[in-house]
């Protein structure tokens, strides 16, 4: 065997329909596509459109929702962690971060993070600072003394501290009680000053 006659196997490739080519072949003059008609021009799409009554797209009820900004994070099995330390990449006992794994070869780039699963077997004992990691694997580094430290970034930080409660109402309440003598005040001044001038309304008229 040389390089030269390497093959797939037979039926591994096929080669595409060449339209166009002659009507012996069965895709010549129009090519598959009819006769005439929207469907036979170039540059129309018509995808789930069903003649103007409601697509099936739009009757199926929908349930659920994307996230609007997912995190990218790098899925590594604890197999795959153990088989980096068989080789010498990690060292025993190391603490395991995106960065370690990155200059240990084991993922090509950081991304948002590093996230643990349990398929393989770990036998050594390892540290973790990992952006998450799954119970089943959480459960298996504990049991050989590791310690695991999820990493969090600052918007659930501030998400996860409790809002103040605000303390505008009592000053609210304070202030009523202030204004309610004042207007009682008013109220007392308001008699006293229509006994002056009784009399005296009284004697201009005489």
């Known amino acids: 065997m040389k390089l030269n006659e390497l093959r797939d196997n037979p039926g591994a490739r096929k080669s595409r329909m060449r339209v166009g080519r002659g009507t012996s072949s069965g895709k010549g003059k129009t090519a598959g596509r009819g006769v005439k008609g929207q469907t036979s021009r170039s540059g129309v799409a018509i995808k789930g459109f069903e003649g103007g009554q409601m697509p099936l797209h739009m009757r199926l009820p929908k349930r659920g929702f994307n996230v609007p900004?997912?995190?990218?994070?790098?899925?590594?099995?604890?197999?795959?962690?153990?088989?980096?330390?068989?080789?010498?990449?990690?060292?025993?006992?190391?603490?395991?971060?995106?960065?370690?794994?990155?200059?240990?070869?084991?993922?090509?780039?950081?991304?948002?993070?590093?996230?643990?699963?349990?398929?393989?077997?770990?036998?050594?004992?390892?540290?973790?600072?990992?952006?998450?990691?799954?119970?089943?694997?959480?459960?298996?580094?504990?049991?050989?003394?590791?310690?695991?430290?999820?990493?969090?970034?600052?918007?659930?930080?501030?998400?996860?501290?409790?809002k103040k409660a605000k303390k505008a109402a009592e000053p609210k309440a304070e202030d009523s009680e202030e204004e309610a003598p004042a207007e009682e005040a008013q109220a007392e001044e308001a008699p006293a000053e229509e006994a002056q001038d009784g009399p005296a309304d009284d004697a201009s008229e005489e």
Do not use: Y
């Open 69 to 162: 900004n997912p995190k990218k994070l790098n899925a590594v099995n604890l197999g795959r962690l153990q088989v980096a330390v068989d080789s010498g990449k990690l060292a025993k006992g190391a603490t395991v971060s995106a960065g370690s794994l990155v200059e240990a070869g084991v993922i090509r780039r950081e991304l948002d993070g590093v996230r643990i699963l349990a398929k393989g077997e770990l036998t050594e004992k390892l540290d973790f600072e990992v952006a998450g990691m799954s119970q089943a694997a959480q459960d298996a580094v504990t049991k050989l003394g590791g310690k695991v430290s999820i990493l969090t970034t600052p918007k659930e930080e501030t998400e996860a501290k409790p």
